[in-house]
């Protein structure tokens, strides 16, 4: 008689927590990363421990601390990354097994300034470094229109399915403002799955056996899904600038009119017109002026604002307007889509 067959070990669910910490520097929009000597794995994250963490976001400013050496300040849920397989293959957490399902609980959290990382592994690095095509500061990013656009394309007419392939072109068209429909900031996340569908982000290979080889301009490759939690922070960051002064999170507590606009455009990845932008901000009610100058380069002295956090109370709702500027090629509204 044989043996009976033993039954595999029951999947079971193991939740990760993950920070998105970012602050500007020098105009450059910053984001914390966990590293091996010189190269970035990915955000800093860890297992959340229900023996010693009472919330999830206890847990995470916890593991942030371990793994940086620094407090956090501002944070938000941000996000549940639970589909099946988002993982593969380099999510297992400490403590988990090889069929456990791995839920990821990603935060979004801001500093003024990237402060000092006291581990060693554990870094600032810019995030256009991961995103290069979404940075349109000095007009439409070369890597879009030579190397990205094109295999999307390809992409897209590639199916003996034709209804997939017009599912494609129209997710295509939306994502990346092709045909008019004009380059949306916000849609930070749909152009990265696109690409990751496409095969043509790292990440993509990895996580089909293949060897790790990106297309040009696609930016530097994270662990897991590290990534497209990224860039879904870097979307709702961007969202949220228009309905919320969440913009003040990411200044010192006095700062120019100026500064104000270029941290605007290190995050959103685009010029704005300087007089209707200034205009906005000061009829908003969300700033007041100081007695204090400072010198700005090339310059007369600049008047220093500070945020009314009564107005930041009051007004929880309100954003700033973000005027871009309407003269090519500094404004991404799918220039590239008129070529095709």
């Known amino acids: 008689m044989s043996a009976p067959l033993s039954k595999p070990a029951p999947v079971r669910v193991a939740i990760g927590l993950n920070a998105v910490l970012a602050a500007i520097e020098n105009e450059r929009p910053k984001v914390l990363c966990v590293r091996d000597g010189d190269h970035f794995l990915g955000l800093p994250y860890g297992p959340f421990d229900p023996e010693q963490h ?7 400013r916890d593991w942030v601390e371990k793994q940086a050496k620094l407090s956090l300040g ?10 099946k397989g988002r993982e593969a293959p380099a999510a297992a957490l400490a403590g988990s ?7 990821s609980v990603g935060y979004l959290a801001l500093a003024p300034e990237p402060v000092a990382v006291g581990a060693p592994g554990a870094g600032w690095r810019d995030w256009y470094d991961f995103f290069p095509w979404e940075d349109w500061r000095d007009g439409e990013p070369t890597a879009l229109a030579e190397a990205i656009l094109p295999a999307i394309d390809h992409w897209t007419t ?3 399915d034709d209804a997939l392939n017009r599912q494609r072109r129209e997710r295509a068209r939306l994502a ?32 089909r056996g293949r060897r790790l080889v990106a297309a040009e301009g696609t930016g530097v490759d994270m662990i897991s899904d590290h990534r497209r939690i990224l860039a879904t922070a870097i979307g709702r960051l961007r969202g949220k600038l228009k309905y919320r002064p969440i913009i ?7 700062f120019t009119l100026l500064a104000l606009q270029r941290a605007v455009e290190a995050i959103v990845g685009f010029r704005l017109h300087k007089q209707n932008f200034r205009r906005s901000v000061e009829q908003s009610g969300l700033v007041s002026r100081t ?12 008047a ?13 709702g309100k954003g700033l307007a973000i005027p871009r500027m309407k003269l090519a090629p500094s404004v991404p509204s799918g220039p590239t889509a008129s070529r095709r």
Do not use: N
């Open 248 to 254: 003040f999170e990411l200044m010192s507590p006095a």
């Open 97 to 103: 097994g090889a069929r456990d399902r791995v839920v």
């Open 74 to 83: 501002y944070i938000e849920q941000l996000y549940t990354f639970g589909d």
């Open 54 to 60: 009472r919330t999830f976001e206890i847990g995470l």
């Open 304 to 316: 220093l604002f500070r945020a009314k956090r009564s107005a930041l109370k009051d007004r929880a």
């Open 176 to 207: 990346f403002g092709l045909e008019g429909a004009g380059w949306e900031e916000e849609r930070t996340l749909d152009r990265y799955e696109l690409m990751y569908e496409a095969g043509l982000v790292a990440e993509a290979a990895r996580d």
């Open 291 to 302: 007695r204090q100058t400072a010198h700005e380069t090339g310059g007369r002295p600049a």
């Open 158 to 160: 590639a199916s003996p």
